[in-house]
């Protein structure tokens, strides 16, 4: 019975792009296949993000509530259009939460650093973000789909 559901699921997963690491592999994270320009654009906001939460530790550090909001508010989730609609498809839905999540975040990361100019919540906010890269890192891995 553990079986067929485990069978199930990843029948499913398989259908919407993603599928379980090979079980021959230590890697458990789930793959997510794309072509060789979405793993780049998926790629290319990655490193977007942890340029984006240096700038925003260096605001907080320097006393720059200003610098922390502009840095965030440009990942938030106006950052997050432009993407094609085959990737939006490729990607799982609970990804795609998490990234929305993520983007949710900056922006209220923004708004507060305006309102409040707290360098102490700044920071705190900068850690709870956080552990939605930790998490979806924990889930997934891009590989190339085969053409
Ligand atoms: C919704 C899921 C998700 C979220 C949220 C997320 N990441 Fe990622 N990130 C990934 C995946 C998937 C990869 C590719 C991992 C792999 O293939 O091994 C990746 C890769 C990266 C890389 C490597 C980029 C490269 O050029 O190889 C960096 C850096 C990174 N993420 C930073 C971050 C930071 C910082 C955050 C939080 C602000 C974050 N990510 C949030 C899913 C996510």
């Given at each position: ?46 490193r ?17 509530l ?5 840095a ?7 950052a ?7 990737l ?21 990361i923004a708004?507060?650093?305006d309102?409040?100019?707290d ?8 850690a709870?973000?956080?552990q ?16």
């Amino acid at each position: 019975m553990k079986q067929l559901k485990l069978m199930i699921i990843s029948v499913l997963l398989t259908l919407t792009g993603v599928t379980t690491a090979d079980s021959d592999s230590v890697d458990k994270r789930q793959t997510i296949h794309l072509d060789d320009e979405e793993r780049n654009i998926v790629l290319t906001e990655m490193r977007t993000f942890l340029s984006t939460i240096q700038q925003i530790t260096q605001g907080i550090v320097n006393e720059d509530l200003g610098k922390v909001s502009s840095a965030a508010k440009a990942m938030g989730n106006d950052a997050s259009g432009g993407v094609p609609l085959s990737l939006i498809f490729k990607l799982p839905f609970d990804f795609k939460l998490l990234a929305a999540d993520t983007h949710q975040k900056f922006d209220q990361i923004a708004l507060d650093a305006d309102s409040l100019a707290d360098r102490d919540h700044a920071l705190e906010q900068v850690a709870v973000l956080m552990q939605n890269c930790v998490a979806c890192h924990a889930l997934y891995r891009i590989e190339l789909e085969d053409d």
